[in-house]
């Protein structure tokens, strides 16, 4: 019998057979678009981070190059600085020319800095074995220095006169020790220094025995080597700018 029969009747066979899991099939589509966009947001986030971080490193590089540009251009400025109202370089310079002979001869050499210029002499060249007398060699090379000294302008330098020694022990009648040889060196060229027109405000006299070695003086059996002893026996004329 046909259900045309019955025209009001609801066709329940199409429902009837009708799947069941459409709504899964729904429900992992959303998820499958959720899942898609989760992804590209996280590759959006990573790509924003990588970015920032790389605008970061970018900053701190150039901070660095700042920094370092910065510090170069400071120590440039203060060599001008010392350049310009002390003249260092220029004096290095007058006394190199001046003392070439001695520099040539390795008895002098000259260490300039940004405030001072240190003058360092051998003892052989300054004095007699065991005496604090000036030799007529030391009294010229102090004459030239002071003639230089005289050109300059600006006068407010100072010097200090080191007095050094090798480590060999010594007893005499005059000294009793390398403290006293090395002081009463230092003293004498102080003196001649006063001598020639240097102000007594401007000098000082400092003696350091051994206490400070250019070189070790003696061999592992402990004898005493003359030429590391002669590099040791010096003066050092230390003329600086406060």
Do not use: C
């Not at 030799?135 to 220095?145: A, E, F, H, S």
Request: no cysteine.
């Amino acid at each position: 019998m046909s259900n045309n029969r019955y025209p009001g009747r609801r066709n329940t066979t199409a429902l009837e057979e009708a799947p069941s899991n459409l709504w899964e099939a729904t429900y992992m589509d959303t998820m499958t678009l959720l899942l898609a966009f989760f992804v590209v947001l996280s590759s959006l986030s990573t790509q924003e981070m990588a970015q920032v971080m790389i605008s970061k490193s970018d900053s701190e590089s150039e901070g660095s190059t700042a920094m370092a540009e910065t510090k170069a251009n400071s120590e440039s400025d203060q060599q001008k600085s010392s350049a310009l109202f002390y003249p260092i370089q220029s004096l290095n310079d007058s006394l190199t020319k001046t003392l070439q002979g001695p520099i040539e001869r390795g008895v002098l050499s000259l260490q300039p800095k940004d405030y001072e210029i240190r003058l360092l002499f051998s003892g052989s060249s300054f004095f007699s074995l065991g005496e604090a007398d000036l030799l007529p060699m030391g009294r010229d090379i102090v004459g030239q220095i002071v003639k230089q000294l005289s050109q300059l302008k600006d006068r407010s330098f100072k010097i200090d006169v080191e007095g050094h020694t090798d480590g060999a022990p010594i007893t005499t009648v005059r000294f009793k020790n390398n403290w006293e040889l090395s002081a009463a060196r230092a003293s004498g060229v102080v003196r001649y220094f006063l001598e020639a027109g240097i102000p007594a405000d401007k000098l000082k006299a400092s003696g350091y025995a051994d206490a400070f070695k250019l070189v070790e003086d003696r061999d592992a059996g402990g004898n005493f080597l003359p030429d590391k002893q002669n590099q040791n026996r010096r003066i050092v004329i230390r003329l600086y700018y406060e």
